[in-house]
């Protein structure tokens, strides 16, 4: 099902938690306005598509932007049609840590859960 916020889909929906960290990592690279993560997916991976993070706060006219939990989640016009519904997550337990991605678009995944196909 679909990620919706005031009944409009998201690109790409983050949760509380991974915001947190978000907002962490940020703040130790200096960056405290306009706080945001890109989030694209770029070819490569075992699995032929992976996706690719970056901590910002730039953006240009032609990107998705949506804000949730006080972060700006960034994607360029490429990556949407492949993050359509998308949520990024942030997992801390025993099975190691790291942005977890549950994509609705993705027909196969790797073990290391950064590669994809569609």
Known sequence: MPVTQNGVELTVAISEKAADKIKYFAEKD??????????????????????DLKITGDF?????????????????????????????????GLNGKGFVFENPNAKKACGCGTSFSV
């Open 30 to 51: 200096g960056i405290d306005e306009n706080v945001g993560i890109r989030v694209a997916v770029k070819g490569g991976g075992c699995s032929g598509l992976t996706y």
């Open 60 to 92: 240009t006219e032609t990107d998705k932007v949506v804000e949730q939990h006080g972060v700006k989640v960034i994607v360029d016009k490429k990556s949407y049609i492949y993050l359509v519904g998308t949520e990024l997550d942030f997992s801390d």
